[in-house]
Structure formats: structure tokens, C-alpha cells
């Protein structure tokens, strides 16, 4: 779990960062999980992009991929999901 001042850190962190995935119609499957797990291992912090034709709500959705790839939810603004998870092999982010 992370404290809100490890939360405050990494938005600030990923003011920058572009969203790379997309979630649809379609929703949360075991592939974007896959991909996003992958993805987080890489980079640790990643946005993912809820678009207006999903059906599922923004939270549901991050908890969805939070179930899937063992993430933490950094923040859930508009229809963006901010996504952190420490890297095994690639530490790059220094937590406070």
C-alpha cells in the first residue's frame, strides 16, 4: 500500500508520462493484463486511458487491472488511471 506522500511523489512523476494503453468496449481482458504487467516490469509507472465507449466505470476498471497485475493505484483522474508497481529487475523510481 502506498502512503500519500509516495502517492504525491509519483503523480508528480507522471505528469509527463503518456498513457499507453487503452481500455473500450470491450473492457479488461487477460491480454491488456499481460501487457500491462509487462509494461509496468519495463517502466513502473504507466497511464492507462479509459475511452468514452467502455461501459465500466473508471474504478472498476483500475480495480479490474489491479487484481490482474498486483499494481497500485497511484490516482484515477477523468478517464485516466495511473498505474505504479516496482520493478524486480528495473528499479527506476525511488519512493520517499
Given at each position: 500500500?502506498?502512503t500519500?506522500k509516495?502517492?504525491k511523489h509519483?503523480r508528480k512523476?507522471?505528469?509527463?508520462?503518456?498513457?499507453?494503453?487503452q481500455?473500450g468496449?470491450a473492457?479488461?481482458?487477460?491480454?491488456m493484463t499481460?501487457?500491462?504487467?509487462?509494461?509496468?516490469?519495463?517502466?513502473?509507472?504507466?497511464?492507462?486511458?479509459?475511452?468514452?465507449n467502455?461501459f465500466?466505470?473508471?474504478?472498476?476498471?483500475?480495480?479490474?487491472?489491479?487484481e490482474a497485475?498486483?499494481?497500485?493505484?497511484?490516482?484515477?483522474i477523468?478517464?485516466?488511471v495511473?498505474l505504479?508497481?516496482?520493478?524486480?529487475?528495473?528499479?527506476?523510481?525511488?519512493?520517499p
Amino acid at each position: 500500500m502506498l502512503t500519500s506522500k509516495q502517492k504525491k511523489h509519483l503523480r508528480k512523476a507522471s505528469h509527463n508520462v503518456q498513457p499507453i494503453f487503452q481500455v473500450g468496449k470491450a473492457g479488461v481482458n487477460e491480454n491488456m493484463t499481460t501487457q500491462i504487467n509487462e509494461a509496468l516490469e519495463k517502466r513502473e509507472l504507466i497511464k492507462v486511458s479509459v475511452l468514452q465507449n467502455c461501459f465500466e466505470d473508471n474504478n472498476q476498471v483500475a480495480d479490474e487491472i489491479v487484481e490482474a497485475t498486483d499494481a497500485h493505484i497511484v490516482q484515477v483522474i477523468g478517464n485516466t488511471v495511473i498505474l505504479y508497481k516496482e520493478s524486480e529487475e528495473n528499479k527506476q523510481i525511488e519512493l520517499p
